[in-house]
């Protein structure tokens, strides 16, 4: 689920090479998540979402890449349309001319908005100096 205290489903690779907020090794990670209301508006999942769907220009491709189905990835992808007062994905069907979808620019700017508080949050003393205390009490 997607709410504070729960156990959490994040689709991003980090994730799942140590479990939640670890990197590969157990090294302490800084995972930023953007909460409206009881549920994660924009986390790292769907942010890893939102920037595949931008690189294959498809819903299916990119839930294929992330290791969830089409249903799970389109529900993101609507649930993150309902974010901002804009879609932040818009899809085409297919035809003769193809289906897609795309990440439209007010989703590219949320999606580097939420890179730089990302990146922010990961280089801040506060973690800088909560990392240290958890690799310091990690069994050698």
């Given at each position: 689920t997607d709410r504070?205290?729960?156990?959490?489903?994040?689709?991003?690779?980090?994730?799942?090479?140590?479990?939640?907020?670890?990197?590969?090794?157990?090294?302490?990670?800084?995972?930023?998540?953007?909460?409206?209301?009881?549920?994660?508006?924009?986390?790292?999942g769907k942010a890893s979402l939102l920037r595949a769907i931008g690189e294959t220009r498809s819903i299916s491709a990119a839930g294929r890449r992330l290791r969830m189905s089409y249903r799970r990835a389109w529900l993101r992808g609507e649930g993150m349309n309902a974010l901002c007062g804009s879609p932040l994905v818009v899809t085409r069907r297919g035809g003769a001319a193809g289906g897609g979808a795309e990440v439209t620019p007010l989703g590219r700017r949320v999606?580097?908005?939420?890179?730089?508080?990302?990146?922010?949050a990961a280089g801040s003393r506060a973690f800088r100096y909560l990392a240290r205390q958890m690799r310091a009490g990690a069994a050698p």
């Open positions: 504070p205290g729960g156990p959490t489903r994040s689709t991003d690779m980090a994730d799942r090479t140590g479990g939640p907020g670890t990197r590969r090794g157990g090294q302490p990670a800084c995972q930023v998540r953007v909460m409206r209301g009881r549920g994660v508006g924009l986390g790292p999606l580097a908005a939420y890179d730089e508080l990302q990146a922010l």
